[in-house]
């Protein structure tokens, strides 16, 4: 005890040793941890093509209407607020970078203090150097006085030096900073770019132009210099294990990848073995991709927690884990989870020899194995714990022959009585890849109750599978309906039906966007004047059009007809498109045709790949007939309407950009990362569906029928346009109206709405007038016509859905 108190309190030597090691330790971990990330090269990239994009924008003559509408917004706010704005704009100045930079440097962040000075300086001078190449913006003066809060002189530079500058500070800071720190220095960047536009000093495409610039800064220094949590060496690797306890442990390197987490194998002083895993980003199950697929789903799916950082989701997963071993499920065994220092987090767990069941042939697969399979997952139903990532890939066979689950990464504790069932459901398909279908629907009756599994049954559909799980079964083999079928059969069950494709939200959207429509787009003219042209409408006409909304459902059968080389019954195909009428344009982006169709086609007895080469030629034809349309109609519009001449500036900066751009895409796809996940499945892809499409279009009446049926869905739509303008006015020309029909409801079903509700509207509206259309003749035949021929149609639609789930069509 003397002597712990003399190495604790002996003279300042010996305090300032014991100081030493620890601060020698710090710098050296951090040290360690220093590397760079090849995304940052993505993100330079698009900064520069962004950056290239505005300068077109700033070089154009004019001034940018939607430039105004951002700044007379800003002008709004009020003018006591000036010297705080004021303020605020020197963050982007030398006062800024002084104090940041000396910030930095008294927490002793030395490396942080000398990049952001550097990289805030280079963000300053390239800005200059690139407002060389742009010539002044000048803003005429009238729009001047309306935009700018302060009086200047209407001549503005391109980029804004400022915003870069503060961007250029916070974007270098990122990987030092927590996560509260990060977002408080983003919203500075986007007040001081305010700043600048509230205060007269720049328009919103120069500070916006700065912003960005800034940012591709930040990743130049990350990418030169490199930045703290970029790699983890096996020194800083060998620290944490250490200060986890395993002491003279050796860490091996095992699987290294770009994306997923890297492994090792750690191999204790007594023979222990360990694994440790590091993660360097969130990992998410659900993508974009397989959201659209999910929302095409009969049912709701369950996706995973929302992890926010790294570390999150290792402890996320520890947690998990010891919740499912405390339960009695077979786990490997979570020993430690933490985070490295400047590094990124770990999880190390025991190793445990066996093989995972994804590897194991049919054969060595036994009965008590799949019942102690199914056991593990009655028993994470009990805490309940929802795994949302059970694969035969995910279960290792230990040496005793019994299971043990992994990967709890996606889990979720407590969530909807969905997810266990779609757990059970993906489990299916996994086994059903390795021991056949048979198998694993008998395997699953022995276990789960008549009632549960008349719960799973609906997950079996392909909408509802990760790819991960769908990569599992053989192309073409008809698994899934096999298992779906089975199941069925197994507990007398009748096969799931589409369910209802509309849910309240869009109902909710649906009246109060109809609402806002037909209430508010009136008032572009006078209202009086368009509620008598609609009260006094010649109703023949109107008969016309609504027998022209109808025929154009019929145009859509015949596409659907020539879509598929096998013949499609007639009267069911049409009839289920007046039901697809209803749940196609009630759903966003008419993900409910796709869905319905899809469920049609299966039900008649067509595959996957069928189906996809199906839907997918006639949305592909369909797409082009569009596309050409509204070229032509862009032509005849102008014609009708002169706009004078368009003048396309191809400079440099353009031609650099898109070059720049092609040549990254090539490197992508030529890259062993690019071949491994674009190119071979992308071959592997067309390859199977051009099995299905090169019949079809040897074909030369399905050919007709398919580019036929497209080309008079779309002239009949447009055609009822005509002849609602028709019942208002027989003074219209009949071609540019056509054209703004196609045109208007091209763009507008951009729109995130259903069925474009708002935007096709308005498009066709402004399209009408621009063509000497009386504004209120355009309303009042815009709004007619899509209420007759577009929204009317969902009223049979609805009964005809019913109908046909009733008699089990779908």
């Not at 109206?737 to 763009?747: D, E, K, P, Q, R």
Request: net charge positive; aromatic share 6%; proline share 7%.
């Amino acid at each position: 005890m003397a002597a712990n108190r003399t190495g604790q309190d002996g003279g300042p030597d010996s305090g300032h040793d014991a100081r030493r090691p620890k601060r020698s330790s710090r710098y050296a971990r951090l040290r360690l941890s220093i590397g760079r990330h090849p995304s940052d090269f993505v993100r330079m990239a698009v900064a520069a093509a962004v950056v290239l994009g505005c300068r077109l924008i700033a070089v154009a003559p004019g001034s940018n209407p939607v430039e105004a509408a951002i700044a007379s917004q800003l002008q709004r706010l009020p003018s006591w607020s000036a010297p705080i704005w004021e303020g605020l704009t020197w963050l982007g100045w030398w006062p800024g970078i002084v104090a940041a930079v000396g910030l930095a440097l008294y927490i002793g962040r030395i490396r942080l203090g000398a990049s952001m000075a550097f990289a805030a300086a280079a963000a300053w001078l390239l800005a200059v150097v690139v407002s060389w190449t742009v010539p002044p913006r000048l803003v005429p003066p009238g729009v001047h006085s309306e935009l700018l809060n302060a009086p200047g002189t209407g001549i503005f530079t391109f980029p804004d030096p400022r915003s870069a500058v503060i961007a250029a500070l916070a974007s270098v800071s990122t990987p030092y900073l927590t996560r509260l720190s990060r977002n408080t220095s983003w919203v500075l960047v986007v007040l001081v770019a305010a700043a600048n536009v509230f205060l007269g000093q720049n328009l919103p495409v120069g500070a916006f132009a700065g912003v960005v610039l800034g940012w591709g800064m930040g990743k130049l220094f990350h990418i030169v210099l490199g930045a703290p949590g970029r790699r983890a060496s096996e020194s800083a690797l060998q620290k944490a294990v250490e200060q986890a306890g395993l002491l003279g442990a050796r860490v091996v390197p095992v699987h290294r990848g770009l994306l997923r987490p890297q492994e090792y194998e750690i191999i204790a002083a007594d023979g222990a073995l360990f694994r440790m895993k590091t993660v360097r980003r969130l990992h998410r199950r659900a993508g974009p991709l397989h959201r659209v697929s999910n929302a095409l789903a009969s049912i709701d799916v369950e996706h995973g927690p929302a992890l926010s950082t790294p570390l999150h989701e290792v402890e996320h997963e520890a947690y998990i884990a010891l919740l499912a071993e405390r339960a009695g499920v077979g786990t490997v065994p979570v020993v430690l989870a933490g985070e490295i220092e400047h590094g990124p987090p770990f999880l190390i767990s025991r190793a445990i020899e066996g093989q995972p069941l994804s590897s194991l042939p049919a054969n060595e697969v036994s009965e008590s194995l799949l019942d102690a399979i199914w056991g593990c997952v009655r028993a994470l139903g009990s805490v309940p714990i929802a795994h949302q990532d059970l694969r035969a890939q995910n279960i290792l066979v230990d040496a005793a022959g019994q299971p043990r689950i992994s990967s709890f990464t996606f889990s979720r504790v407590g969530g909807a009585p969905g997810s266990y069932r779609q757990d059970a459901a993906e489990l299916l398909v996994s086994l059903a890849s390795v021991v056949g279908p048979d198998r694993a629907v008998a395997s699953i009756r022995r276990a789960f109750s008549r009632e549960v599994l008349l719960d799973v049954l609906p997950y079996l559909q392909r909408m509802v599978l990760h790819r991960r799980l769908r990569r599992q079964l053989a192309p073409g083999s008809g698994v899934l309906a096999k298992l779906r079928e089975g199941l069925a059969e197994e507990i007398g069950a009748p096969v799931p039906s589409l369910r209802l494709p509309v849910r309240p939200s869009t109902i909710i959207v649906l009246l109060v966007g109809g609402l806002a429509v037909y209430l508010l787009l009136p008032e572009l003219s006078n209202i009086d004047q368009v509620l008598v042209l609609l009260a006094r409408g010649d109703t023949r006409w109107l008969i016309v059009t609504v027998l022209i909304g109808f025929l154009a459902i019929l145009a859509s059968a015949v596409s659907l007809l020539g879509s598929c080389v096998r013949r499609l019954p007639i009267r069911k195909t049409i009839v289920v498109q007046i039901a697809a009428a209803f749940t196609g344009r009630t759903t966003a982006a008419g993900l409910g045709f796709y869905r319905i169709n899809w469920v049609y086609l299966e039900r008649i007895g067509l595959r996957g790949p069928q189906i996809v080469a199906a839907i997918g030629v006639n949305r592909i034809v369909t797409g082009l007939v569009g596309a050409i349309g509204t070229i032509l109609g862009i032509v005849v519009i102008g014609g009708a309407v002169p706009v004078g001449d368009v003048n396309v500036v191809l400079a440099w900066p353009v031609l650099v950009a898109v070059g720049a751009l092609l040549l990254a895409v090539v490197l992508f796809l030529a890259s062993p990362f690019g071949r491994r996940k674009v190119v071979s499945p992308g071959v592997a892809w067309v390859r199977e569906i051009s099995q299905e499409i090169i019949p079809l279009l040897r074909n030369p009446l399905r050919a007709v029928q398919l580019t036929a049926g497209c080309t008079a869905y779309l002239l009949l739509l447009a055609a009822s346009l005509a002849t609602t303008l028709a019942a208002f006015t027989p003074d219209f020309p009949l071609v540019p109206v056509l054209a703004v029909f196609i045109v208007g409801s091209t763009l507008g079903q951009l729109a995130p709405t259903p069925g474009g509700l708002g935007a096709v509207e308005a498009a066709m509206i402004a399209g009408l007038t621009a063509i000497d259309v009386a504004p209120s003749n355009a309303v009042a035949a815009v709004l007619g016509s899509r209420l007759l021929t577009y929204w009317l149609p969902v009223l049979p639609g609805v009964v005809t859905f019913r109908i046909l789930q009733h008699r089990g069509v779908l």
